[in-house]
Every structure is written in structure tokens, then in C-alpha cells.
């Protein structure tokens, strides 16, 4: 069975830091695009970053470039997202997703997802 499960979301205040995991389970997913997503309430969701297989490219949105950072380490089969300098509209529910795409922000494109993890910041 296929999984993704995210974890360390929580609660934290404006210009502070979480980082996230999302083990994989079920097969390797280094050759995959891997990805973060996002989704605020009544909002659709949206993406935030994602790495390629072998780690050669990262690709950020907007709206966190400078400020999140993510990674793979494909030995463990995680992916991590390390936030900084928090904002309160950074508050969403974080999902990871896995795709065969190259690379890609669409996430019609991808086939795998977790649950899904939550991170409030407040003001």
C-alpha cells in the first residue's frame, strides 16, 4: 500500500519556524517529483514548492521563495519543509504529493498525496 503521511505541523507565532516531514511508504519515490501544497480555507489549493528526482531542481512559489526550503533524502524515502519567517497567511493545511511528471506545479499531475498536516501562525 501506497502511502504519504505528513507530520510536524502545529501552532507557532509570526517569525518562527516548523518543519515538516512526509514519509513515503509502499515503494521508492526517488524518481518522482515530489512536491508541497497548500490549502487555506475556502481557498483552493496551491502550490508551494517542489523537487526533482535526484534532487536537481527546486522550484518555489511567490509566496514563500526566501523563506521555505525543501529537500529529499531518498535513502529514508522524506521529504521535508523547512519554514522560516512565518506569516499568518502562511496558515493552511500542508499536503506532499508525489508525481512521475519531471517537474511540474499542477496538481492534476499528481498521483500520490498525504492527508494532509495543519500549521496556524499567528499574528
Known amino acids: 500500500q501506497v502511502q504519504l503521511v505528513e507530520s510536524g505541523g502545529g501552532l507557532v507565532q509570526a517569525g518562527g519556524s516548523l518543519r515538516l516531514s512526509c514519509a513515503a511508504s509502499?515503494?521508492?519515490?526517488?524518481?518522482?517529483?515530489m512536491a508541497w501544497f497548500r490549502q487555506a480555507p475556502g481557498k483552493e489549493r496551491e502550490f508551494v514548492a517542489f523537487?526533482?528526482?535526484?534532487?536537481?531542481?527546486?522550484n518555489y512559489s511567490d509566496s514563500v521563495k526566501s523563506r521555505f526550503t525543501i529537500s529529499r533524502d531518498n535513502a529514508k524515502n522524506t521529504l521535508y519543509l523547512q519554514m522560516n519567517s512565518l506569516k499568518p497567511e502562511d496558515t493552511a493545511v500542508y499536503y506532499c504529493?508525489?508525481?512521475?511528471?519531471?517537474?511540474?506545479?499542477?496538481?492534476?499531475?499528481?498521483?500520490?498525496w498525504g492527508q494532509g498536516t495543519q500549521v496556524t501562525v499567528s499574528s
Open positions: 509502499g515503494r521508492s519515490f526517488s524518481s518522482d517529483c
Open positions: 504529493a508525489a508525481s512521475k511528471h519531471y517537474s511540474t506545479v499542477a496538481p492534476n499531475d499528481y498521483v500520490y
Open positions: 523537487i526533482t528526482r535526484l534532487n536537481l531542481r527546486t
